[in-house]
């Protein structure tokens, strides 16, 4: 019986945290698209580019990636704007899965951009440990991790 109270409010944190951060990308488009609003320009920094995350952006994604795959993977991780990419792609289709599982609609034409990331990157990372300790929904982080994964290692060497 107490597995089942357990299991029960696991699915429903799972589809609270999922349906507001569909809601939450909805509601700001132009972070689900990476269009994050302008700010002024940081220091150069030498190994860096226009497109690339800041320096606490890149935490944030770390942190998100730490959520789905381990820290330790993702603090070797060059956390670039190719792999801003690939979170991104990640992070929707864990979202399309879990969302599949406890059948939530979908806002049409979400897609995560890096301002989505940056900006929920707490609700997201703790969203993705909740629903990998859950067996049902573990299944989308750890096969989105699976699939993933070479992809985002070639984005953080640069390939």
Not at 75 to 84: F, S
Not at 126 to 144: E, W
Request: net charge neutral.
């Amino acid at each position: 019986m107490m597995r089942r109270h357990r299991s029960a409010a696991v699915a429903a944190t799972a589809l609270v945290l999922s349906g507001a951060l569909l809601t939450a990308g909805a509601a700001t488009p132009a972070l689900a698209v990476g269009n994050a609003p302008a700010e002024a320009p940081a220091a150069a920094a030498p190994l860096r580019t226009a497109a690339d995350p800041t320096p606490e952006e890149q935490e944030h994604l770390r942190e998100i990636a730490g959520a789905i795959w381990t820290p330790q993977l993702a603090a070797g991780w060059n956390m670039n704007a190719e792999v801003a990419d690939v979170l991104s792609q990640a992070t929707e289709r864990i979202l399309q899965c879990s969302e599949a599982f406890a059948l939530v609609p979908r806002p049409p034409g979400f897609v995560p951009g890096l301002g989505y990331l940056v900006q929920y990157w707490k609700n997201l990372r703790d969203y993705f440990l909740v629903v990998k300790d859950n067996r049902t929904y573990r299944a989308c982080v750890v096969s989105t991790a699976a699939y993933y994964r070479s992809i985002i290692e070639m984005a953080s060497a640069g390939i």
